[in-house]
């Protein structure tokens, strides 16, 4: 279970099944009683807060964050589909991060998980139809990047990209299984 996950999952348990106040070591010994907070329900994920409904407001809020987009590059472009195989990505995000954005990604409906059947305790991750419609949108910020910044991708390799760009697609929608 993630490190997220465990937490929420084992503080819901401590609170619901605590049917008296807990106690609390006392830095100078013995025990004093302490209160317990609960905290409030999350926001539904069908109908999340917004800032604001411009559309480019709510895209950054579903795929802005600084991971997001690379999780789903090393998807899409690197075939990776398990933690581990994201933890080891050039950029070496850290494993509460990693974590954090899958659900995330999972919950906003860019990514599916599975568990493996060989190992119950590997979870494969896979695009979504919504996921893989971000794959355009990932090219064209590749040739932003190509036109105005020093990067390590061959610029033919980007031109060949956008070149062929809904094939790209087509050919990702085969990958995935999503003909």
Same mark, same amino acid.
């Given at each position: 279970?993630?490190?997220?996950?465990?937490?929420?999952?084992?503080?819901?348990?401590?609170?619901?099944?605590?049917?008296?106040?807990?106690?609390?070591?006392?830095?100078?010994?013995?025990?004093?009683?302490?209160?317990?907070?609960?905290?409030?329900?999350?926001?539904?994920?069908?109908?999340?807060?917004?800032?604001?409904?411009?559309?480019?407001?709510?895209?950054?809020?579903?795929?802005?964050?600084?991971? $997001?987009?690379? /999780? +789903?590059? %090393?998807? =899409?472009? *690197?075939?990776?589909?398990?933690?581990?195989?994201?933890?080891?990505?050039?950029?070496?995000? $850290?494993?509460? /991060? +990693?974590? %954090?954005? =899958?659900? *995330?990604?999972?919950?906003?409906?860019?990514?599916?998980?599975?568990?493996?059947?060989?190992?119950?305790?590997? /979870?494969?991750?896979?695009?979504?139809? *919504?996921?893989?419609?971000?794959?355009?949108?990932?090219?064209?910020?590749?040739?932003?990047?190509?036109?105005?910044?020093?990067?390590?991708?061959?610029?033919?390799?980007?031109?060949?990209?956008?070149?062929?760009?809904?094939?790209?697609?087509?050919?990702?929608?085969?990958?995935?299984?999503?003909?």
């Amino acid at each position: 279970m993630h490190v997220k996950r465990f937490r929420e999952h084992y503080f819901e348990k401590t609170v619901s099944q605590t049917p008296s106040v807990p106690l609390q070591r006392k830095p100078q010994g013995g025990w004093e009683e302490r209160e317990i907070v609960k905290r409030k329900p999350k926001a539904s994920k069908k109908s999340p807060q917004r800032r604001s409904r411009c559309p480019l407001n709510i895209a950054l809020e579903v795929f802005g964050d600084s991971w $997001s987009l690379l /999780i +789903l590059r %090393d998807m =899409l472009f *690197k075939g990776y589909s398990t933690f581990k195989q994201f933890r080891s990505s050039n950029e070496t995000v $850290s494993t509460n /991060i +990693l974590a %954090d954005r =899958l659900q *995330k990604m999972t919950a906003d409906g860019l990514i599916h998980a599975t568990r493996c059947s060989e190992d119950r305790r590997v /979870i494969h991750y896979h695009p979504t139809r *919504k996921g893989l419609d971000l794959a355009p949108v990932m090219v064209v910020m590749m040739q932003w990047t190509d036109k105005y910044e020093a990067h390590s991708v061959p610029g033919s390799k980007i031109a060949e990209m956008v070149k062929h760009r809904d094939s790209l697609v087509s050919e990702l929608m085969v990958q995935f299984d999503m003909v």
